[in-house]
């Protein structure tokens, strides 16, 4: 197992299109989240996934993003019309629930910038 | 709502020179307080699991402790390898999700 992976790793886009980015987590996982991280702050929660189902969304997030997790394997996330504002590093986190250690594993994320 | 804060927010240390990392929260019920170490430009490597309050875990030169309101990681004779910034997060429930503190930087000088 190679742990969490995280496609593309760098994403340069122009304002108002759009992006998807894909996630793979550790096999046997079957919690799957989603956090936005800009420079000096923590990891800002968006989504998570239970298995197929999309558990929670973030009031943060705008009607813009949208998340898949298919078959409860890999995870896509999608952003449309894209905005400065959009820039950041998207970062994809799997874990067992239950379990007696509940701890998050994540990629190496995918750096958006919106030009 | 649940929080997390963490203080300081930077720390600049000589190697060698011991130092606690603060992270406080406040959640109604506490399924575990995670500690992760991220360096620039990659994701958060985790690090700790504590799940009660007096518990205590350790590696290498690292020790974190919980209390009810409360996590402390300890650094005793840091290294330049040390340098990163360090995460703490809060779960609920098994359930719930996740949810991370702003991070404290920390830089050890040679």
């Known amino acids: 197992d190679t742990g969490v992976s995280q496609d593309p790793r760098h994403k340069i886009t122009k304002r108002g299109q759009n992006v998807t980015f894909r996630c793979d987590p550790i096999s046997e996982h079957n919690r799957l989240y989603w956090y936005r991280q800009t420079l000096g702050q923590g990891p800002e929660f968006l989504t998570y996934?239970?298995?197929?189902?999309?558990?929670?969304k973030s009031r943060l997030l705008s009607d813009r993003f949208s998340a898949e997790r298919p078959k409860g394997s890999f995870s896509t996330l999608e952003i449309q019309r894209t905005e400065q504002g959009d820039s950041a590093m998207y970062l994809c986190a799997s874990s067992f629930i239950p379990s007696l250690n509940t701890e998050a594993f994540f990629g190496q994320g995918t750096r958006l910038t919106v030009v | 709502e649940d929080q997390v804060t963490q203080s300081p927010e930077a720390l600049r240390l000589q190697e060698g020179e011991s130092s606690s990392l603060n992270c406080s929260y406040t959640?109604?019920?506490?399924?575990?307080l995670f500690w992760y170490r991220q360096d620039p430009g990659k994701g958060p490597e985790f690090l700790f699991t504590l799940y009660s309050a007096g518990e205590e875990k350790e590696k290498e030169r690292l020790k974190a402790t919980l209390t009810k309101k409360e996590s402390f990681l300890h650094i005793t004779a840091p290294k330049p390898e040390d340098s990163a910034t360090y995460l703490c997060a809060v779960q609920q429930t098994s359930y719930d999700k996740v949810i991370f503190g702003p991070g404290t930087s920390l830089s050890v000088i040679p």
């Open positions: 959640v109604s019920g506490l399924r575990g």
């Open positions: 996934f239970q298995n197929e189902a999309q558990l929670e």
